[in-house]
């Protein structure tokens, strides 16, 4: 079985060690599946421009077993990252959170300027998730719900966890781990 690598970009003022992060890497990584958690650049004050070329030299491989999954601002900054990728297809996006014309934090309309290609970056990923929590009281679910039907990704509306951070008590993912271990065939 060849080797998954997931790619996790975390949001807006978050870290590697934020949220539910590091208990999704341990829940998932073994000898088939790599979690690497980038640590993206000035995260207090991001700038698009920094975080696209933090990504271009900090994923090492994209190819038919990789995955992503953005948490808020990470799903845009994904979404601009692949949006420059014009063959290579990916396993799965899951996009946790997240907007892509409109955002109710201004500090963070600078990543909804580029114009996303959606019907390429529908091409390129085989499957493709959006989730919120209709408590969602940062990024309400209407953005990603929009997001989900712009990328023609199917929408799991969670009856909580809000937006999904350790400030509201969220540490663990466990939807999320067996989401993606489903997908990758673990349960089988």
């Known amino acids: ?5 997931i790619y996790l ?5 978050a870290s590697p060690d934020s949220n539910w992060f590091q208990n999704f890497k341990q829940s998932l990584e073994n000898d088939f599946i790599e979690v690497s958690i980038l640590e993206m650049p000035d995260s207090l004050a991001p700038k698009l421009n920094d975080w696209v ?3 271009e030299n900090h994923i090492k491989e994209i190819d038919e077993n990789t995955i992503f999954i953005g948490h808020s601002l990470g799903c845009i900054s994904i ?16 996009l946790i959170s997240g907007f892509v014309e409109s955002s109710p934090i ?23 998730v959006a989730i919120s929590a ?5 990024i309400p679910y209407q953005y990603s719900k929009t997001m989900a039907e712009k990328l023609d ?10 937006h999904f951070i350790d400030r509201d008590g969220f540490t ?17």
């Not at 949006?83 to 290579?88: D, I, L, Q, S």
């Not at 663990?172 to 089988?188: A, Y």
Request: glycine share 4%.
């Open 1 to 5: 079985m060849k080797k998954h690598n």
């Open 9 to 13: 970009i975390h949001g807006y003022t």
């Open 53 to 55: 070329s933090y990504m």
């Open 79 to 94: 979404l601009n990252f692949l949006n420059k990728f014009k063959t290579t297809k990916i396993k799965g996006l899951f």
């Open 106 to 128: 201004p500090e963070l309309i600078e990543f909804l300027k580029p114009k996303l290609n959606y019907n390429h970056l529908k091409e390129i990923t085989k499957t493709r």
């Open 134 to 138: 209709i408590d969602d009281d940062i």
């Open 153 to 162: 990704a199917k929408f799991t509306l969670l009856k909580k966890g809000k």
């Open 172 to 188: 663990k993912f466990p939807f999320l781990v067996k989401e993606i271990s489903t997908l990758v065939n673990l349960n089988k």
